[in-house]
C-alpha cells in the first residue's frame, strides 16, 4: 500500500484491476487506496462494486470521498460535535450538499426524499428514538419500504438479508398492511450527520431495486 501511495499517478489502472482480486484482502486494500486518492476517474468502475458483499462499505467510502458532497472532507464531517445538537440540525447536515428533501414530520421523525435515475424516488424515513423503560438505549433508527408483503415472499427475505451487504429486510405494517422495509439503526448518541447521509443514499438506491423486483418495476415509494 505504501510503494504505491508514492506512484498514487500512476496506480488508478492497477488498482481497478485489484478489485476483481480473488483475494479479500487485497480488494478491500485496493478501495481504501482509492478512497485515499479520490480520483474522479475511479467512479465508473467503484460504481460496479457498489453492491459487493465485502467491500462494499469501503466503496461506498471511496464514493464519497470523489464526490465531495459538502465543504467538509470526511474526517471532519465524522467527528462532528453532535452534543448539542437537536434532531433538526442533524437532519439538515445529513443533507448537506444533497439535492434531496426534508420534511421534518415531528421533534423525532424525518422523511427525505431522494431523487433516483429513471424519475424514480424513494421517500427514506430517519426516527429518533428516545430512551424508554423496555428500550434502555436511545437509537436512530433509518428505514425506506420497499414494497407490498406476502407470505410467499418471506423466505425470499429472509435469504436475502444473508445477503445483503447494507442494512436488512423487515416487516412493517402501514395502513392495516404489511410491507417489506429495509432498515438500520444507529446509536442516537454516536451517530454522524454523514453516517445518516451515506445510509440514506445507499438505502435508496438498494430498496428502489428491490422494489423494482417486488412490484414489476412500479414505483410505490
Known amino acids: 500500500m505504501n510503494e ?6 500512476k496506480a488508478l489502472g492497477d488498482l481497478h484491476e485489484l478489485l476483481e482480486h480473488h483475494v479479500e484482502g487485497v480488494r478491500w486494500s485496493a478501495a481504501k487506496l482509492l478512497t485515499e486518492l479520490a480520483d ?14 465485502h467491500i462494499g462499505g469501503q ?10 458532497k459538502s465543504g467538509l472532507n470526511i474526517a471532519e464531517r465524522e ?31 424525518f422523511t427525505v426524499t431522494v431523487s433516483l435515475p429513471e424519475k424514480r424516488r ?25 414494497g407490498p408483503a406476502n407470505e410467499k415472499a418471506y423466505e425470499w427475505a429472509l ?14 405494517e402501514v395502513d392495516d398492511k404489511l410491507i417489506f422495509v429495509m432498515v438500520k439503526s444507529f446509536l442516537r448518541d454516536t451517530v454522524r450527520p454523514i ?10 438506491k438498494e430498496a428502489d431495486a428491490l422494489e423494482k423486483k417486488l412490484t414489476g418495476g412500479d414505483d410505490h415509494n
Open 195 to 204: 453516517e445518516l447521509q451515506k445510509s440514506i443514499d445507499r438505502m435508496a
Open 159 to 172: 435469504r436475502l438479508n444473508t445477503k445483503l451487504p447494507f442494512g436488512a429486510i423487515g416487516l412493517r
Open 40 to 53: 474522479e476517474e475511479s467512479l465508473p468502475i467503484l460504481e460496479k462494486y457498489r453492491k459487493d458483499i
Open 4 to 9: 504505491i501511495r508514492s506512484h498514487s499517478a
Open 79 to 109: 467527528n462532528v460535535d453532535i452534543s448539542e445538537m437537536d434532531n433538526a440540525k442533524i437532519m439538515r447536515l445529513a443533507l448537506d450538499g444533497t439535492n434531496w428533501q426534508l420534511s421534518e414530520d415531528s421533534a423525532l421523525k
Open 122 to 146: 424513494q421517500k427514506v424515513y430517519c426516527i429518533f428514538q428516545d430512551k424508554t423503560g423496555e428500550q434502555a438505549t436511545a437509537l436512530t433508527l433509518v428505514y425506506t419500504e420497499c
Open 59 to 68: 466503496i461506498e467510502e471511496a464514493i464519497y470521498a470523489i464526490n465531495g
